[in-house]
């Protein structure tokens, strides 16, 4: 595992410093690491395909209810 050091104003850390036997701070800061860096990963893939639905071709006005009446009146 690796080292991140985090500076804190003193009275935010004074006030942790209060909580820390029911907190663990450590646990606390890299699950909202670990969720942040989803988080933008997840924003990174919703923009790849966005730009992929973008790129393809258009289909004209009113193929999915033409395709859903053929369906139907087939069976």
Known sequence: MSVVTVRV??????KM????????????????IENKVLEIEREEVFARLDNLIR??????RGTAEKYLREDR???
């Open 55 to 60: 790129r393809l071709p258009q289909t004209p």
């Open 73 to 75: 009146d087939s069976n």
């Open 9 to 14: 104003p003193r009275e935010l850390k004074e």
């Open 17 to 32: 410093q209060k909580y820390k036997s029911r907190i663990n701070w450590s646990d606390e800061i890299r699950k909202f």
